[in-house]
């Protein structure tokens, strides 16, 4: 087997090399200009599929993927129509001005062909699809030797075959057009402690066996793993003061932490900054796991 060295990206070279390659006619003609989020960080003509968009940390990644350039977001989520949080999101999002197409669309993620034919829908509009978000999940507290039947069903059912069938769905489309792209799953610490979490872990798994499966086809599949953050999931943190100072006081910084402060990861996972990485977790999570 021969060692294959990747090429440059799309836009040419970047960093070093770009410095490197440069002559001095170039330098003198044209000044160079930064290109870490121009380039390697930008989304520019991409699309996007969030699933979970109507709030929380699916709505904070389709404004984080507008932010950073991309042509359109798609999410998608249960209710028929979108919620407060959207709407007032979407008022928000046209006076930035932003070029980005913010749409909502009703789905189901537990429905498999539903969602394929969802992101099928989305590629016939844009003619690709190149990030995919599966953020919709549900919670799964409780004592896992008392865990009923039927409730335990109900959570796999969103947080472990929602996660698939979206990224199967965005999968086939990206590996339709041929552009590569990059799916990246919402798991938790939940995933990796010793905390209530059994679907996490599946997903965990799940995104190391796909990134495996089509990185042939230059599709990277990664995840992040938030800590406890204010969502409305997490709503029981701020409405009883104890559970919320436990989470708090369960990392080293000693607060819970916002769904902003994952904007960074989801921008890098999205775009060409992290062209190599595949198969990954981000955990962020104030320092949980350190302790």
Not at 124 to 149: K, S
């Amino acid at each position: 087997m021969s060692l294959e060295i990747a090429t440059s990206p799309p836009c040419g070279p970047v960093g070093v090399a770009r410095a490197l390659a440069a002559t001095e006619l170039e330098s003198s003609a044209a000044p160079p200009t930064p290109t870490l989020f121009t380039h390697e960080f930008s989304l520019s003509d991409r699309v996007a599929l969030v699933t979970g968009g109507n709030r929380g940390i699916g709505l904070e990644a389709a404004l984080t993927f507008a932010e950073a350039g991309a042509r359109a977001v798609y999410c998608i989520d249960l209710p028929e129509q979108p919620g407060k949080e959207f709407m007032k999101l979407r008022t928000f999002f046209q006076s930035m001005d932003l070029s980005c197409k913010l749409e909502y669309w009703q789905g189901d993620v537990r429905d498999q062909k539903a969602m394929w034919k969802l992101a099928e829908h989305i590629g016939n509009c844009e003619g690709r699809l190149d990030v995919c978000v599966p953020a919709a999940g549900t919670a799964d507290i409780g004592a896992a030797v008392d865990f009923p039947g039927k409730e335990f069903q109900e959570v796999m059912d969103v947080n472990v075959n929602g996660v698939l069938f979206t990224a199967q769905a965005a999968a086939r489309q990206m590996a339709r057009f041929g552009n590569g792209g990059s799916i990246v799953m919402i798991a938790s610490i939940c995933g990796r402690v010793a905390m209530e979490g059994l679907s996490k872990a599946a997903v965990l798994q799940m995104a190391r066996t796909m990134a495996c499966e089509l990185a042939p086809q230059r599709i990277r599949v990664n995840t992040i793993s938030p800590g406890f953050v204010t969502t409305k999931m997490t709503a029981w943190l701020e409405q009883v003061p104890e559970l919320g100072a436990k989470g708090a006081a369960a990392n080293p910084m000693g607060r819970i932490g916002r769904p902003d402060e994952l904007r960074g990861a989801l921008a890098f996972l999205a775009s060409d900054a992290s062209s190599f990485c595949t198969g990954s977790d981000i955990v962020i999570d104030g320092g949980h796991c350190a302790w």
